[in-house]
């Protein structure tokens, strides 16, 4: 018995500091006895009926394979589960030998290929996913960590199996044993997957159940390598290489209360109904486009332990008013969020109103996960550029306003930020101080209901005069290139309705910018409107 205290699953603390977790497949994700049982018989019978032996030579041929038929478990060192195929193939190959039987490796090899092609057709892997595998791969998502797997499989049978699963939407990225020419303990898969998934070994963690599967993270440079003793090393063999040894994965350990939040608030600005809020991340803070937009997370009172989650687009001041200097998001380090107060939605626990209990210093969970489409990509340098949002919709075109006025935009840019009446945005300093500096910038608040703002646009696409005088350029669709953010009654988008159907609006910004030609932009085609889409 060992003396060793065995954590039944991986503590959130470990991951502390990691971005990318790195999974081995067999006897980590997936039931690894269940599986290379099933294909060695299969492998077995293919094998003995090519070169004519009866059937009694099943068990003797998965025996050499490294397969108990008794148990169907796989032997301790294998070699299948252990070694790479070409091993596997050597082994077999000595058993015909043994047998006087010519067998060549690359016979043996094509025997293999078409046990491949098989699974892969009709999906025959008698795949198990271990207890809490799944949920494991759900949290390290939700926490923004990338998940990746190497396995020394067969890439194509990786994805095969993950599809089959419940597995396959968490993970970014499958490397294979075809993929490397140097199998496990050398580094070199779990280096390949860091590199496709972009994220440093250092920043990265390997979760196995074999010393293998551990050496090779060591020597690859992994920040933590996981032992998991679901597999096929023992918790003794694995504690003698990391400290790092649990029972099995499971999502309970990532879920502590304590542990949810990984990012600091500082209020930046307030007033009763709005805040500028600026968010610390624990790590690094990632990169991302303007316009993009990540998440934030509080702990529910209703289910402790749990998040309430939901999208924001990351804001920006544009300027430093004090200085006037362009801001720079690569080079601060921390997010900023803009927000209006909402009343709770009823019987339902909403994240919004409690943003605005947060004092400086408190905490909160910040998604690693910035995404997006709106964008300046692909936009033509000479279009002049026209925003217009609605309250705390601001946020993303003030960045992307941002970014225009640092790449030095040829063209103009102007901000329409419509509200209800009283309304002034928090950024109103910035704003002035921008049209100061650079007289190619122009912002208007239009106070009043949506209404007033369409009727300022008809009335600017019917006059190009009075739209040069109040923009800076005439809105046409030849010339101009609008971006909407905020309300959705504002935007008048399409809403979907399943598969390529959507319901379009009759009121709202679009019907009318595209009845004088605009055209709306779409992730596969590029228009005239874009418009922010998370709703």
């Known amino acids: 018995m060992t003396t060793l205290p065995v954590i039944p699953v991986i503590p959130v603390e470990w991951l502390e500091g990691i971005r990318h977790v790195c999974c081995d497949k067999?006897?980590?994700?997936?039931?690894?006895?269940?599986?290379?049982?099933?294909?060695?018989?299969?492998?077995?019978?293919?094998?003995?009926?090519?070169?004519?032996?009866?059937?009694?030579?099943?068990?003797?041929?998965?025996?050499?394979?490294?397969?108990?038929?008794?148990?169907?478990?796989?032997?301790?060192?294998?070699?299948?589960?252990?070694?790479?195929?070409?091993?596997?193939?050597?082994?077999?190959?000595r058993w015909f030998a043994g047998r006087s039987a010519v067998a060549g490796a690359e016979e043996i090899a094509e025997m293999f290929r078409q046990v491949d092609q098989h699974q892969q057709a009709t999906g025959d892997y008698r795949i198990e996913v271990l207890p809490g595998a799944a949920a494991f791969l759900r949290s390290l998502r939700e926490r923004g960590i990338t998940v990746s797997v190497y396995t020394s499989d067969r890439r194509e049978h990786g994805l095969q199996m993950l599809k089959q699963t419940s597995l396959a939407p968490y993970v970014a990225e499958v490397v294979g044993g075809g993929c490397v020419t140097r199998p496990k303990p050398d580094p070199e898969g779990f280096l390949v997957a860091c590199k496709r998934v972009r994220i440093s070994p250092a920043e990265s963690a390997y979760v196995g159940d074999t010393v293998d599967d551990l050496a090779m993270g060591r020597s690859g440079g992994a920040k933590r390598v996981f032992g998991v003793a679901t597999g096929l090393d023992s918790v003794e063999e694995l504690a003698a290489h990391t400290a790092y040894v649990c029972g099995r994965l499971a999502e309970e350990a990532l879920e502590a209360p304590e542990r949810l939040y990984n990012a600091t608030v500082t209020v930046l600005k307030e007033r009763p109904d709005a805040r500028v809020i600026r968010v610390v991340p624990d790590g690094a803070a990632m990169r991302y486009q303007a316009g993009q937009y990540g998440s934030l997370g509080l702990q529910s009172d209703r289910n402790p332990g749990r998040l309430i989650k939901r999208p924001y687009s990351l804001a920006?001041?544009?300027?430093?008013?004090?200085?006037?200097?362009?801001?720079?998001?690569?080079?601060?380090?921390?997010?900023?969020?803009?927000?209006?107060?909402?009343?709770?939605?009823?019987?339902?626990?909403s994240l919004t109103p409690k943003l605005f209990a947060l004092k400086t210093g408190d905490r909160i969970h910040c998604g690693r996960k910035i995404t997006g489409y709106y964008t300046l990509d692909q936009i033509p340098r000479d279009r002049h550029l026209l925003f217009v949002d609605s309250t705390t919709g601001e946020s993303a075109n003030n960045a992307l306003i941002n970014q225009a006025l640092r790449e030095k935009w040829p063209a103009r840019i102007c901000q329409l930020s419509a509200g209800p009446d009283g309304w002034r945005s928090l950024y109103e300093a910035e704003h002035a101080a921008l049209m100061a500096r650079m007289p190619a910038y122009r912002y208007h608040a239009i106070a009043g209901s949506?209404?007033?703002?369409?009727?300022?646009?008809?009335?600017?696409?019917?006059?190009?005069?009075?739209?040069?005088?109040?923009?800076?350029?005439?809105?046409?669709?030849?010339?101009?290139?609008?971006?909407?953010?905020?309300?959705?009654?504002?935007?008048?988008?399409?809403?979907?309705?399943?598969?390529?159907?959507?319901?379009?609006?009759?009121?709202?910004?679009?019907?009318?910018?595209?009845?004088?030609?605009?055209?709306?932009?779409?992730?596969?085609?590029?228009?005239?409107?874009?418009?922010?889409?998370?709703?």
């Open 26 to 93: 067999d006897g980590t994700l997936i039931d690894v006895h269940r599986y290379w049982s099933h294909t060695s018989r299969l492998r077995a019978e293919r094998l003995r009926e090519r070169f004519g032996f009866p059937p009694e030579a099943d068990g003797s041929l998965l025996d050499a394979m490294g397969i108990d038929e008794a148990t169907q478990t796989i032997k301790p060192g294998g070699p299948v589960g252990y070694a790479p195929r070409p091993v596997i193939i050597e082994a077999v190959r």
């Open 450 to 535: 949506y209404q007033a703002l369409e009727s300022k646009m008809a009335a600017w696409l019917r006059d190009p005069g009075l739209a040069e005088e109040a923009l800076g350029f005439p809105l046409a669709p030849e010339r101009c290139q609008v971006f909407l953010c905020g309300d959705p009654q504002m935007i008048g988008a399409p809403a979907k309705q399943g598969a390529w159907r959507y319901q379009h609006a009759e009121q709202g910004l679009i019907p009318l910018l595209t009845a004088a030609g605009f055209t709306l932009s779409t992730r596969f085609k590029q228009g005239t409107i874009a418009h922010e889409a998370y709703w």
């Open 316 to 349: 920006s001041p544009i300027v430093d008013s004090a200085t006037g200097a362009l801001v720079d998001h690569s080079e601060t380090g921390h997010y900023e969020f803009y927000f209006n107060r909402i009343p709770a939605a009823n019987g339902r626990e």
